[in-house]
């Protein structure tokens, strides 16, 4: 398995948070439940390949210094996940691997959870639409719960942010924003 490594974001991180979540999500706006945020700006964890990674495989391996590239060790983001902090909740507004499969997601969610308990939230909570059956499941693997069905809640998330497409994963109609939480 790649080599890769969580670490919250910084500030310097925001132009390439903005960049990936325009072209995943179409823009840095993100609506949930009637309100819109905007992601690029909110704090959360990403996931890098390589970098301090790379470099610790390549001492693990025993390799000289002189057979390393600083290509070979440069960090390449493969994954973000963002929050939005309430008063003793925490919303989980995005979650974006490049690497499908690999872990990348699990250990973004095992970032965010960590940093819950430490920092006192009692509730972490999210919104996924109708569509995503592989969020649907994802999620409910990791210990989220359903706790609501919002029923053509995209109608007004539309208003708000139309580039929303009708149709969806699965060839399904975009139409419900569907709510899971887990208590910490």
């Not at 609506?31 to 390949?49: Q, T, W």
């Amino acid at each position: 398995m790649t080599a890769f490594t969580i670490r919250p974001l910084e500030r310097s991180d925001r132009e390439w948070v903005a960049h990936f979540l325009d072209e995943r999500w179409g823009t840095t706006q993100i609506v949930s439940r009637g309100k819109a945020v905007y992601g690029h700006l909110l704090p959360g964890f990403m996931a890098e390949r390589g970098g301090a990674a790379a470099k610790e495989d390549v001492a693990k391996d025993d390799v000289s210094e002189g057979d390393v590239s600083e290509e070979d060790t440069q960090a390449e983001n493969i994954g973000l996940i963002t929050v939005h902090i309430g008063e003793n909740e925490c919303e989980i507004t995005t979650l974006d691997s490049l690497d499908e499969l690999m872990g990348v997601g699990s250990a973004l969610v095992e970032a965010v959870e960590n940093w819950a308990r430490e920092a006192g939230i009692k509730r972490l909570w999210l919104v996924t639409t109708n569509d995503n059956l592989e969020a649907l499941k994802f999620w409910q693997k990791r210990g989220y719960e359903l706790v609501s069905v919002h029923r053509n809640a995209i109608a007004e998330a539309r208003r708000i942010k139309p580039q929303i497409p009708i149709t969806g994963l699965n060839g399904i109609t975009i139409r419900d924003e569907i709510e899971l939480e887990k208590l910490m």
